[in-house]
């Protein structure tokens, strides 16, 4: 996950991420604090980097502060802008590739969650308790919630497990994205929605 900026290209890394908000007291992990970002954007609520900021302590109880509480507003605007983009560049933020199968699982899982709280959060306060989601979007968010309960099988072999964890990131993007362009973007930012096919 980046942001291109006047001043060049922001890269927002996983483990500096983490580090801050150890440091902070807090047990929010860096893929759960970005999953409720982008369930905020997904469910419509303002693209502000205020917003994000605030809504997150409300969402999740976290309060953060200093150079974090930048960095964090600073996510909230690239993950809306990713969400956007039409070459549908946006990507959960999660750890990098030489960590454990087993904890990049459950970041996944935390990411979804996140997400959700993040898409109920927003949703309630844009009064969209009463509202009705499209099949596609209904069964996007069920399989989210199903990878929240994500673990990694100890039976599987390496590649097996590395090509499965591949799949399951890879929907997780396409579903975030559709579900997006139905609830968070406005109508002149709809694309053409990428095809995802349900999870089993």
Same mark, same amino acid.
């Given at each position: ?30 893929? &759960? ?40 507003? &600073? ?52 009064? &969209? ?58 109508? &002149? ?12």
């Amino acid at each position: 996950m980046y942001d291109e900026t006047n001043e060049g290209v922001v890269v927002f890394d996983f483990d500096e991420l983490a580090d801050h908000l150890l440091e902070q007291g807090t047990l929010v992990s860096p893929s &759960q604090l970005h999953g409720c970002l982008c369930g905020l954007l997904s469910a419509g609520a303002p693209p502000m980097a205020e917003y994000g900021l605030d809504a997150l302590a409300q969402a999740l109880d976290l309060v953060v502060h200093g150079e974090l509480a930048g960095r964090v507003m &600073q996510l909230y605007s690239a993950s809306g802008a990713a969400l956007q983009d039409e070459e549908f560049t946006f990507y959960p933020l999660l750890p990098a590739e030489e960590t454990d199968i087993s904890e990049r699982t459950l970041a996944l899982a935390a990411w979804c969650e996140g997400f959700l709280t993040g898409f109920a959060y927003a949703a309630a306060g844009e009064d &969209q308790s009463g509202k009705t989601f499209s099949e596609p979007c209904s069964e996007a968010l069920r399989d989210i919630a199903a990878l929240a309960q994500a673990e990694a099988a100890e039976d599987e072999i390496d590649d097996e497990a590395e090509e499965n964890y591949a799949e399951l990131v890879e929907y997780l993007r396409i579903a975030v994205i559709n579900v997006y362009l139905e609830n968070g973007a406005e109508p &002149q930012d709809h694309a053409s929605h990428p095809g995802t096919s349900p999870l089993h």
